[in-house]
């Protein structure tokens, strides 16, 4: 396969690094239209051997690829779930499907998560704890218990932390995301 007109072979190094920085996207956008590890796993292992198997592929850029595979991952759940008889593909009113409609809400929360992720990773290491606690749900307190600070240097890091995200992300971008992704961390 080639990307951006850079040839990649499977059993090369290259593959196996898009392949770390790819799966567990593919593993977690399969698993939540699934609503199961198990499966979600073997849907996104699956979609690298289809990929493996088109050895010919041309993708533009690494995003390209990542989008060709969100396209087989998407194809192979609503396959799954039909085969479940789970999804009957009602229309919605924008004419997606309620499959399609999952499958691109999906694709947006995945999107935001590495955003997010992303952000988070940019801060000071203290500041990286600080928030991670906070959206694993830990209290002032316990975060304060959790690193042996007090609860005034929790509320210090943490303020400063929201702020550097802001200024990476914009004010209305962390509500959103601290209220919508509290439950995936």
Same mark, same amino acid.
Request: aromatic share 10%.
């Given at each position: 396969?080639?990307?951006a007109?850079k040839?990649?072979?499977y059993?090369?190094?290259e #593959?196996?690094?898009?392949? @770390?920085?790819?799966?567990v996207h593919?593993f977690m956008?399969?698993? =939540?239209?699934?609503k &199961?590890d198990?499966r979600g796993k073997?849907i996104?292992?699956?979609a690298?051997v289809?990929?493996?198997? $088109?050895d010919? *592929?041309? #993708? *533009?850029?690494?995003?390209?690829l990542?989008? /060709?595979? /969100?396209v087989?991952v998407k194809?192979?759940c609503?396959?799954e779930?039909?085969k479940?008889k789970?999804v009957?593909n009602s229309?919605l *009113?924008d004419?997606l499907?309620?499959?399609q409609?999952a499958?691109?809400?999906?694709?947006l =929360?995945?999107e935001t998560? $590495?955003l997010?992720?992303?952000?988070?990773?940019?801060l000071?290491?203290?500041?990286?704890q600080v928030?991670r606690?906070?959206l694993?749900g /830990?209290?002032?307190? @316990?975060i304060?218990?959790e690193?042996g600070?007090?609860?005034n240097?929790? $509320?210090t890091?943490?303020?400063?932390a /929201? $702020? &550097?995200?802001? *200024?990476?992300?914009?004010?209305?971008y962390i509500?959103i995301?601290f209220?919508?992704?509290?439950? #995936?961390f």
């Open positions: 396969m080639k990307i007109g040839v990649i072979l059993n090369s190094k #593959f196996n690094e898009i392949f @770390d920085r790819l799966f593919m956008l399969a698993s =939540r239209i699934l &199961n198990e073997d996104a292992q699956e690298f289809k990929l493996f198997q $088109k010919t *592929e041309d #993708f *533009e850029s690494e995003k390209a990542q989008t /060709y595979l /969100y087989l194809n192979a609503i396959s779930l039909r479940d789970k009957q229309p *009113e004419g499907s309620v499959s409609q499958f691109l809400n999906e694709i =929360r995945e998560y $590495k997010l992720h992303k952000a988070i990773a940019g000071s290491p203290k500041a990286e928030v606690l906070t694993e /830990y209290s002032n307190d @316990d304060a218990n690193l600070v007090t609860i240097t929790v $509320k890091v943490k303020r400063r /929201y $702020k &550097n995200l802001r *200024e990476l992300l914009g004010d209305q509500t995301l209220t919508n992704f509290i439950q #995936f």
